[in-house]
């Protein structure tokens, strides 16, 4: 092995962890530690990115990493930031990373308590939209009409019925001085996003569209082609906020959602029938409404 | 295996477990081709592409072969071929 390859398995968040092929979420947490550097302790609820980065023995993590419960990742990364700080050390920062279920929902009442006490974290929500070490369950964070296990397309109704909660929202309601949203799909504003939100103290959240080709349903090669298309859509849009208000947003040249969905098994249904085609006119109106309200387009010169 | 004291395992131990026993497809690099953009490199989710004196180069002992890096290389040097065991 030579001296470049070995510098590769050296990077913070190290090759051997068992994502599967053209994982997003994995690829974005080698881009998350890129950005923050090696003085920070990493906590991960419950989820995909926990379970293939701890095989017992096997760990990618080159910064101490703690994973706890499902539904405590932010009051365990409090606990660990009030740890630091009676140690002195305020050197070593805390960044939480949890999925999109343990976020949303199952760890919302620990989330919206950090958030509240305005613990100095960085919660970061890899978001693949559903509970996806367990299969593929239906999330807070799962767009509306796509099939999940929970959910599943048939005669009753067309996937999830639903919105998808608006959680950068409801973080930056409370109060937030940073809130943000990025895509694998960009990984420059992603190491952006991380740097900045890294430059205040206080909790802060950043939520990072991950395409997951195992459960949406496209070839692993496509993990950053979908997440572009869902960035041009209009149905993934990348903002950031600080103390509430929107300050900056990703423009796009939108094309329609269609171009986003066709590629993926969990909206296959969509494209079946004429029924089909009336909930992609409802997504596309969804697409447009985002586009309204963040001035998304660089061709109205809106915001 | 042995569990250590409070279940503590050290950092960067997963290069211990070689994922490249995964791989089906081959990513092939077409130096001649290769504008050496760094997208591969930057692409990669298993951080299995690198680079010395601007040439790049797979690490196949970690490349699982999802096709990320051929799909995305803007000259398209990269080539999946059909692994042979
Ligand atoms: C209280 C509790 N309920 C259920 C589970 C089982 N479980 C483990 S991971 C997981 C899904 C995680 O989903 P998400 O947070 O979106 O992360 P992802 O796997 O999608 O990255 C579930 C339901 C658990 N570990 N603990
Ligand atoms: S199920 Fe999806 S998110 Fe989870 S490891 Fe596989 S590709 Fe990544
Ligand atoms: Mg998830």
Redesign the interface.
């Given at each position: 092995?030579?001296?470049?390859?070995q510098?590769?398995?050296?990077?913070l968040?190290?090759?051997?962890?068992?994502?599967c092929?053209?994982?997003?979420m994995?690829?974005s947490v080698?881009h998350i530690l890129k950005a923050t550097g090696n003085q920070v302790a990493v906590v991960t609820p419950t989820g995909c990115l926990e379970t293939f980065?701890?095989?017992?023995?096997?760990?990618?993590?080159?910064?101490?990493?703690i994973h706890h419960l499902f539904e405590n990742g932010p009051s365990v990364a409090s606990g660990v930031a009030a740890a630091l700080d009676a140690q002195g050390r305020g050197d070593v920062r805390v960044v939480a990373i949890g999925g999109d279920g343990s976020t949303f929902d199952i760890g919302f009442a620990a989330l919206s308590g950090m958030f509240e006490r305005d613990d100095d974290v960085l919660y970061i929500c890899v978001d693949n939209g559903a509970y996806m070490n367990t299969g593929g369950q239906r999330s807070g964070a799962t767009p509306t009409y796509a099939s999940t296990t929970t959910d599943p397309v048939g005669k009753l109704r067309p996937g999830k019925l639903q919105h998808k909660k608006d959680l950068p929202a409801i973080v930056a309601a409370h109060g937030a001085a940073y809130v943000a949203t990025a895509s694998v799909a960009y990984?420059k504003d992603l190491q952006k996003k991380v740097k900045r939100a890294m430059e205040f103290h206080g909790a802060r959240y950043l939520q990072i569209d991950t395409p997951c080709?195992s459960v949406w349903g496209f070839?692993?090669?496509?993990?950053?082609?979908v997440g572009r298309l869902g960035v041009a859509s209009g149905l993934v849009p990348l903002f950031e906020m600080e103390y509430g208000n929107v300050t900056k947003v990703r423009k796009i040249k939108p094309i329609t959602v269609d171009k986003y969905l066709r590629g993926q098994k969990r909206f296959r249904h969509l494209f079946a029938d004429e029924q089909g085609a009336e909930l992609v006119a409802k997504l596309q109106q969804m697409a447009d409404a985002n586009i309204a309200k963040y001035g998304l387009s660089s061709q109205s010169g809106g915001q | 295996?042995k569990?250590t004291m409070g279940?503590v395992?050290?950092?960067?131990?997963?290069?211990?477990?070689?994922?490249g026993a995964?791989r089906d497809q081959r990513p092939v690099i077409d130096h001649e081709a290769c504008k050496s953009c760094d997208t591969c490199r930057?692409?990669?989710?298993?951080?299995?592409?690198?680079?010395?004196e601007d040439v790049y180069?797979i690490?196949y002992?970690?490349c699982?072969?999802?096709?990320?890096c051929?799909?995305?290389c803007p000259v398209d040097a990269i080539a999946?071929i059909l692994e042979e065991k």
């Open positions: 092995m030579n001296a470049s390859a510098e590769n398995r050296m990077e968040f190290a090759p051997g962890h068992r994502a092929h053209g994982c997003g994995a690829l080698r980065s701890s095989p017992y023995g096997y760990s990618p993590w080159r910064v101490p990493w990984r080709p070839p692993s090669d496509h993990t950053l082609e | 295996m569990i279940a395992v050290m950092g960067g131990t997963s290069v211990l477990y070689p994922t995964w930057d692409v990669c989710p298993d951080s299995s592409v690198f680079v010395q180069y690490d002992d970690f699982k072969g999802c096709g990320l051929a799909y995305e999946m």
